[in-house]
């Protein structure tokens, strides 16, 4: 089955700096991969996706790049406010009987110091 | 609008007693996942409906826990016999379609179970 690994577990930087997680997939009928922020204590909540048949996409700060050859998506933060600091997971969905059942990286905790 | 609701929160539970955690998915989504995480790490598949169909049901890690969606909206997970390990947050999203026209899986707040 589908197995994702993410990197790196905690990442810490100071407030304006860049913020890069990388994630890594095993199964090559993955086709969407949507990155989730959960804050201490609450849901996760889904901040940007990424379908197999575009290579990158934006919205506002955040950017989320894929390389299916390579089997790996990252999420990028740029010019980052304490507000991004949360726990974030990357996950792949493998298409299976018409519907997409999400595995999920273990986490990066992302800290933004002021 | 009204996101995904679970019920209780919160759920503190003896060894051995039975628990059921309920879940209110977003009006008209036809798809409704169960997933597990524990304290530290991402959430693991449990389950999944397409409207009261129960289509996979892989990632159940007994046969001490069932789930049902009877009419295709309120969705209950049942634990019967509850271990320790079995202290986790479940969590319920649901999502407009099958897969195939709609990916976005949204989430609820989840229930945290413990097991003393």
């Known amino acids: 089955g589908e197995n994702v690994e993410q990197h790196p577990s905690t990442l810490s930087v100071q407030e304006g700096d860049s913020a890069v997680i990388k994630c890594t997939y095993s199964d090559s009928a993955s086709n969407y991969f949507p990155w989730y922020k959960q804050e201490l204590g609450k849901r996760p909540q889904l901040i940007i996706d990424?379908?197999?048949?575009?290579g990158e996409k934006k919205d506002q700060r955040i950017a989320v790049t894929l390389n299916k050859t390579a089997k790996h998506f990252s999420l990028h933060i740029t010019e980052t406010q304490p507000e991004d600091s949360a726990v974030y997971f990357c996950a792949a969905a493998p298409v299976s009987g018409g519907y997409n059942k999400l595995i999920f990286g273990a986490g990066t905790r992302l800290a933004v110091h002021p | 609008g009204a996101g995904v609701s679970q019920s209780p929160r919160y759920k503190v539970a003896k060894r051995g007693q039975d628990v059921a955690l309920r879940c209110d998915p977003i009006s008209g989504h036809v798809s409704l996942f169960w997933y597990q995480q524990a304290l530290g790490q991402g959430p693991e598949f449990l389950t999944y409906?397409?409207?009261?169909?129960?289509?996979?049901k892989s990632g159940l890690p007994s046969d001490r826990f069932f789930a049902e969606r009877p009419e295709g909206s309120v969705s209950t997970l049942k634990i019967q016999r509850t271990q320790q390990e079995d202290s986790a947050v479940y969590l319920c999203?649901?999502?407009?379609?099958?897969?195939?026209?709609?990916?976005?899986?949204?989430f609820g707040p989840g229930t945290r179970l413990t097991v003393t």
């Open positions: 409906f397409q409207n009261e169909a129960q289509l996979d």
């Open positions: 990424i379908r197999s048949n575009v």
């Open positions: 999203a649901s999502s407009s379609g099958t897969g195939g026209s709609s990916y976005e899986q949204y």
